[in-house]
T-cell receptor, first 110, second 114 residues
Framework: NAGVTQTPKFRVLKTGQSMTLLCAQDMNHEYMYWYRQDPGMGLRLIHYSVGEGTTAKGEVPDGYNVSRLKKQNFLLGLESAAPSQTSVYFC?????????FGPGTRLTVT | GQQLNQSPQSMFIQEGEDVSMNCTSSSIFNTWLWYKQDPGEGPVLLIALYKAGELTSNGRLTAQFGITRKDSFLNISASIPSDVGIYFCAGPPTAKNAGNMLTFGGGTRLMVKP
């Protein structure tokens, strides 16, 4: 099992550009999450999903959209990137409270 | 919302020493999780605790679910250089939580001197 995978690993965007981060899990988990991690801020929940076709807002959802068209995939989109979205993004999945994380995507917006 | 406070924020120890860190909350938690994050990697689940007073080990790591349900402790015995990283505690808020969401502590950064 690969667990939770994320693509890409690194990305540099210019302000105003758009992109999609892909998360995939092969553990048949119902729940999936997107977090951002900034120095001194810990992990903050952006959006989450309780199952295929459902999404919900987390703590810091502004500027992001998500989709869960297939159970194994959770996409995070930035429609118009801003420098404040420079961060490391982590995806996680779970079937209970034990969340399993991907390796992260380091995004820089210039 | 419920917050988790971890202490110490960082610690620099000699290889071979034992390490203790804790996580506290002003509210009750029914589950405590401990994660480790290596530099440049995602957090990895170390130990999960589900019962007040529970003491669980994973190799050189031992975690305890506090009797008051408001705290948890993680101990590492005989530290080695690969123990370097950030240790996070986490738990699900007791308010309505349909998404199995977790609250994370700010982390304890551990540095080990060979």
């Amino acid at each position: 099992n690969a667990g939770v995978t994320q693509t890409p690993k690194f990305r540099v965007l210019k302000t105003g550009q758009s992109m999609t981060l892909l998360c995939a899990q092969d553990m048949n988990h119902e729940y999936m999450y997107w977090y951002r991690q900034d120095p001194g801020m810990g992990l903050r929940l952006i959006h989450y999903s309780v199952g295929e076709g459902t999404t919900a807002k987390g703590e810091v959802p502004d500027g992001y959209n998500v989709s869960r068209l297939k159970k194994q995939n959770f996409l995070l989109g930035l429609e118009s990137a801003a420098p404040s979205q420079t961060s490391v993004y982590f995806c996680a999945s779970s079937y209970n409270y034990e969340q399993y994380f991907g390796p992260g995507t380091r995004l820089t917006v210039t | 919302g419920q917050q988790l406070n971890q202490s110490p924020q960082s610690m620099f120890i000699q290889e071979g020493e034992d390490v203790s860190m804790n996580c506290t909350s002003s509210s009750i938690f029914n589950t405590w999780l401990w994660y480790k994050q290596d530099p440049g990697e995602g957090p990895v689940l170390l130990i999960a605790l589900y019962k007040a007073g529970e003491l669980t080990s994973n190799g050189r790591l031992t975690a305890q679910f506090g009797i008051t349900r408001k705290d948890s402790f993680l101990n590492i015995s005989a530290s080695i250089p690969s123990d370097v990283g950030i240790y996070f505690c986490a738990g699900p808020p007791t308010a309505k939580n349909a998404g199995n969401m977790l609250t994370f502590g700010g982390g304890t950064r551990l540095m080990v001197k060979p």
